[in-house]
């Protein structure tokens, strides 16, 4: 027997329960299908976890430092288990939270299961069969694994099983360095560990900009992490208790031991086990469900939202294709994906707040340009924190004076980059930073003198 509901939404990330909601306010029948923790990636081993983890690794290093702010404190520890005690307890808030919130919903059916399509308009979960003429993926994506020599041979872990990590490894090994990998490598660096980032690359988050790279570099490495760039080919062995990684470096040793590998390479679609095959959607190379501009799959009736569609890889990015299509279904409102401006963070400390195109993106496209750039040791609350290390940039279009992106590493830098990235959406000159008044002493009050800097971009 098949139960028919006006929508599914398979996978409760962060878009699914939002838009599962829309549908039930709308009195319209839903089901909400979850094959593991609601909330998913960001919630459970993603986003918040790594933040707390991070807020409890900046208190390690504040107290470390704390002489110079003239306060004394005994010697620093680090209890790994109050650490994950304390992220498991924030962690558990937000997913009790979207639990709560999704068996609470009037008209809403929750089904605890792994679902797959059997049709274009049909989906099984736990041996019950569902159909909707409207059904919503939401379903994500996990920890890439490499196909590295050895690592079926050796322990790993990835984003989702060092959440359960309770001792402090003696060294960890962290394959991979971009943007979850060096969150967690400073992260444990500064609760004790002696941690290695490994990456293939010959420069860190490679995406960006060289002097953001270079920063991050530097930073990184004088808080004692140890940095293996062009590491082209990597092969490990278990070692005794450990792991040890052939590496193919420019220098350093060619092999390293350690006693925890965490890899952090890349992500890879929930697209796989969906069955997508029995209802004719499509994807790319990747796995990503391929969608137009509004989140639409090639099959009528079925939207994919968040990682999943390979649009975007961000809690923000999935919560605005929520928000794009309840506009579509709901509001005869056409929004769409391309209508958002590139935004992120990357949450080492000093943080980094990036918008827009980088330097090199806006010199490839050979837009006319001017670009300016400070350093944190010119921002008085910057000083006044004892936090100057890092540096703020932004690009201009020398036509029309919009701003073409910007990078703040630095102190807040992923709030204070909100000011451009506000000024920018609304289609407006850099001319209104520069002409705002904002609160002293901050750093964003900053922004206006880094603007009086901009000059040609060679
Ligand atoms: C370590 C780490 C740190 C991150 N930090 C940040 C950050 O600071 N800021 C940021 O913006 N982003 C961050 N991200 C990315 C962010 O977590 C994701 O972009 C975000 O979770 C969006 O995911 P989603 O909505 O696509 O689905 P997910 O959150 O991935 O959820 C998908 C859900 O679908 C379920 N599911 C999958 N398949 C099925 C199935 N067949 N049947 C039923 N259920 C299924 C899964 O169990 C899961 O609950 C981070 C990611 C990682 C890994």
């Known amino acids: 027997m098949t ?34 923790n609601f909330g998913g990636t960001c919630v459970n081993v993603g986003c918040i976890p790594t933040k707390t983890l991070v807020a409890s690794a900046y208190v390690a290093h504040m107290a470390r430092r704390a002489a110079e702010y003239g306060v004394d404190t005994g010697e620093v520890a680090v209890d790994m288990k109050r650490v994950k005690a304390r992220k498991d307890a924030i962690v558990a808030r937000s997913r009790d939270g979207v639990t709560s919130w999704m068996e609470g919903l009037p008209n809403g059916k929750v089904y605890r299961g792994h679902a797959r399509f059997t049709g274009p308009k049909t989906v099984s979960v736990n041996g019950a069969n569902l159909t909707a003429d409207k059904i919503i993926i939401n379903t994500g994506g996990r920890a890439l694994v ?27 090994l962290v394959v991979g360095g971009s943007y979850i990998g060096l969150e967690f490598a400073q992260a444990y660096r500064r609760f004790g560990a002696r941690v290695t980032v490994v990456e293939m690359a010959d420069r860190l988050i490679a995406r960006e900009d060289e002097d953001v790279s270079d920063t991050v570099r530097k930073i990184l490495a004088d808080e004692g992490i140890d940095i293996r760039l062009g590491a082209k080919c990597l092969s490990v062995e278990p070692d005794g208790k450990g792991v040890s990684m052939s590496l193919d470096c420019s220098t350093g040793a060619p092999k390293i031991r350690g006693s925890h590998v965490l890899l952090a390479v890349g992500r890879r679609p929930n697209s796989d086990d969906l069955g997508l095959d029995k209802a004719g959607i499509a994807t790319d190379a990747k796995g990503y469900i391929t969608v137009d501009d509004q989140c639409r799959t090639n099959v009528e009736g079925i939207w994919a939202i968040g990682d999943v569609n390979g649009r975007g890889a961000f809690t923000h990015t999935s919560y605005n294709d929520y928000e794009i299509v309840a506009a ?9 994906i391309s209508d958002r401006i590139p935004c992120y963070g990357l949450f080492v400390d000093p943080p980094l707040g990036r918008i827009g195109m980088t330097e090199r993106e806006v010199k490839a496209k050979g837009v006319k340009a001017l670009a300016a750039k400070r350093m944190m040791t010119s921002v008085g609350r910057a000083r006044e924190r004892g936090e100057t290390l890092g540096f703020m940039k932004v690009v201009v279009d020398a036509e029309t004076r919009k701003i073409l992106g910007a990078a703040i590493l630095g102190l807040n830098g992923d709030e204070v980059v909100h000011a451009f990235l506000d000024v920018m959406s609304a289609g407006l000159p850099y001319t209104v930073v520069s002409r705002t008044v904002h609160i002293h002493p901050t750093v964003a009050e900053y922004l206006p003198t880094l603007l009086e800097d901009l000059k040609t971009l060679a």
């Not at 322990?155 to 402090?168: F, G």
């Not at 579509?328 to 769409?336: M, T």
């Open 146 to 172: 490499p196909p590295m020599p050895g690592i079926d041979k050796v322990p790993y872990l990835t984003n989702s099983t060092i959440m359960d990590l309770d001792v402090l490894p003696e060294h960890l």
């Open 328 to 336: 579509n279904i709901f509001d005869n409102d056409p929004r769409r």
């Open 3 to 36: 139960e028919k509901f006006d929508a599914i939404v398979i996978g409760t990330g962060q878009s699914g329960p939002s838009l599962a909601e829309r549908f039930a306010q709308r009195g319209q029948k839903v089901a909400v299908i979850e094959r593991k």
